[in-house]
Nanobody
């Protein structure tokens, strides 16, 4: 029903930046929000940021001031701009778009972010 493609991950040194993309296709309507999560090795998946249908954004304390969630002009793509990356930002990043008809949303395959010293 919904296909997601996350991209933009890679290896970056501490202090560097990356921009992650999440492109959705298929049955996409009535999007209520898109959340970004990450999962570090050996840890549980954690919420990082979110952007609501109206455009407002929220961030985990660890991401505030460094990450920015935004939507593309096409509205089927969202971005996560990550600046001043730290070692602890390493992990697989997932987007999770949620719909009025599917509150739990959908998950993509994730994109690996590795921050090295």
């Amino acid at each position: 029903q919904v296909q997601l493609v996350e991209s933009g991950g890679g290896v970056v040194q501490t202090g560097g930046s990356l921009r992650l993309s999440c492109a959705a296709s298929g049955t996409i309507y009535d999007i209520t929000a898109v959340a970004w999560y990450r999962q570090a090795p050996g840890k549980e998946r954690e919420w990082v940021a979110g952007i609501r249908g109206g455009g407002s954004t929220e961030y985990a304390d660890s991401a505030k001031g460094r990450f920015t969630a935004s939507r593309g002009k096409a509205k089927n793509t969202v971005y996560l701009q990550m600046n001043s990356l730290k070692l602890e930002d390493t992990g697989v990043y997932y987007c999770n778009p949620r719909f009025s008809w599917a509150p739990q949303g959908y998950w993509g395959q994730g994109t690996q972010v590795t921050v090295s010293s």
